[in-house]
């Protein structure tokens, strides 16, 4: 017997609760037998006498009603389609309303979050600002206020004795768009040139060593001559720093020096000649940067940007402006004509040393050199450090930059040389030195096609090959500073063994 299908006798339905009769033998709905005994007290089928008691329940899965003979007809049918299409239209139209109210939650939660990073990025800004204004504010806190020079005056005394400047006045918006102005100048003189290589350049087949005369210029009692530079209109002009503080302008046609400079406190270690004017620049670790006249043969002006040893010194392509690098971790900017210190910055995360500093030909980027083994790009506008480039185990000793613009050369107390492709922002070429090899100068030619590495000896390396073409051992001390002649047809180098070597190519 099947009992969800049974229907009881007395209800003609299948019972819900379900329950047996011993004196009958039939199934009965439990609620409708239960009333019947309480009026007769007999089985309602046979009538024998039947109690509560004798009831025995039957335990049965949910019964299934079959449907009222009213539903089984088509209209009913009908109906009961029409009745639950209706519910699932209402269901989902309940379901559009909420995705619709969820749709305006996420486009609320969308401008709240843009809104959100609008104002990190101002405040950002204000940040970087106030820290800017704080690095320049900082260093004046221990310097004696100077006496101001107006721009229309000469800055150098009465006596001739160099007036003594270091008042910061910040990047105007009219240095900066002079700045930008030359950066295009100069971006659209090199798409002219292009890839053209000038005639002139001696080619890597006919490099080779014709002479290598040398002169002592500096001091025998302080030996050593630490940096080197030529004037880029005239090839000619060289000069250079001594271990006995003094700064040396040599004409290398007449074979005699123009002029012997002094002042400084220490040793002279950057110097810079200024392709257009009569002027030169030298920094010194007793922390001042001098500009010297030439033809008068005086200091004309010092610079006092820093409070620790000067380590790199770099002229903008203007011609106007100094970048100058510190063991004091901050880099300056400075007017030339004013001597005024327009700006100064530091990596206040870095807490690191410079060690040298190096304008990108177009002059709106430059980098510097760390004494962790850092080198840092700056955006000069922004005042930013824009990228960095790990990768030396030691102290960066020089930067260079290639005239094209597209690559970076630096060496380290590792004994190795590296090139980085700017636009890339990453390390293309990696040339390990001799072990020992100490790199304290690097150069490109103004083509861009030769690099020169001054340290233990002198090396040229080909562009693009990175291929080593000349070495040249003849220093007695360690190479301090090499330069290339017009075209590159003669290598300049100075040394430890106090000497200027003029290599003809």
């Known amino acids: 017997m099947i009992l969800h299908l049974v229907l009881s006798p007395v209800s003609n339905e299948v019972p819900e609760h379900p329950c047996a009769s011993p004196v009958s033998n039939q199934v009965f709905e439990r609620r409708l037998i239960e009333k019947y005994i309480a009026e007769n007290g007999v089985a309602p089928i046979n009538g024998q006498p039947l109690s509560e008691e004798q009831l025995i329940d039957i335990k049965v899965s949910h019964p299934i009603r079959p449907k009222a003979p009213s539903a089984t007809s088509i209209p009913a049918i009908l109906k009961s389609l029409q009745d639950e299409w209706d519910a699932v239209m209402l269901h989902s139209f309940t379901l559009r309303q909420q995705l619709q109210t969820t749709r305006q939650e996420l486009s609320h939660a969308l401008y709240q979050h843009d809104a959100a990073c609008r104002v990190i990025a101002r405040l950002t800004k204000e940040v970087t600002a106030a820290r800017e204004a704080l690095a320049t504010l900082k260093p004046q806190a221990g310097l004696i206020a100077p006496q101001a020079t107006p721009a229309s005056q000469p800055a150098a005394g009465a006596g001739g004795e160099a007036m003594e400047i270091s008042e910061q006045v910040g990047m105007t918006p009219e240095i900066i768009q002079k700045l930008q102005d030359k950066a295009t100048v100069l971006t659209t003189e ?3 040139r292009g890839k053209t290589v000038p005639e002139e350049l001696v080619r890597a087949e006919d490099l080779g060593v014709a002479s290598v005369p040398g002169s002592g210029l500096h001091s025998a009692s302080i030996p050593g001559i630490l940096s080197l530079d030529l004037c880029p209109t005239d090839t000619n002009k060289v000069l250079t720093g001594g271990a006995d ?16 400079l002094k002042g400084h406190t220490k040793k002279v270690s950057s110097v810079i000649y200024h392709p257009a004017q009569s002027v030169v620049f030298s920094a010194s670790p007793d922390s001042t940067i001098r500009v010297w006249s030439v033809t008068g043969g005086n200091c004309v002006q010092v610079i006092r940007a820093h409070e620790a040893s000067v380590t790199g010194l770099s002229l903008h392509a203007t011609g106007d402006y100094l970048l100058s690098s510190s063991e004091d971790q901050y880099w300056a900017f400075s007017d030339i004509q004013t001597g005024r210190v327009l700006t ?3 990596d206040e995360t870095a807490g690191c040393a410079l060690t040298c500093a190096q304008f990108h030909p177009d002059g709106l980027i430059f980098g510097t050199g760390t004494a962790d083994s850092q080198i840092k790009i700056w955006d000069l506008k922004e005042r930013t450090n824009v990228a960095n480039f790990p990768g030396h185990s030691g102290p960066v000793t020089s930067i260079a930059f290639s005239e094209n613009g597209y690559y970076l050369a630096t060496g380290a107390q590792d004994s190795s040389l590296k090139l980085w492709d700017l636009r890339k922002l990453k390390n293309f070429k990696t040339i390990t030195l001799d072990n020992n090899y100490e790199v304290k100068s690097l150069v490109f030619d103004q083509s861009g096609t030769y690099l020169a590495v001054g340290g ?3 090396r040229v390396y080909i562009c693009k090959q990175w291929s080593e073409v000349l070495n040249f051992p003849d ?11 017009e075209h590159a047809q003669f290598l300049a180098s100075t040394g430890m063994d106090r000497s200027l070597k003029f290599y003809s190519l």
Do not use: P, W
């Open 245 to 260: 503080k003094n700064v040396v302008v040599f004409d290398r046609r007449e074979e005699q020096i123009v002029a012997t």
């Open 190 to 192: 090199r798409k002219k």
């Open 475 to 485: 220093h007695s001390g360690l190479v301090t500073g090499v330069a290339f002649g």
């Open 344 to 346: 100064k910055v530091t």
């Open 456 to 458: 233990s000896d002198i």
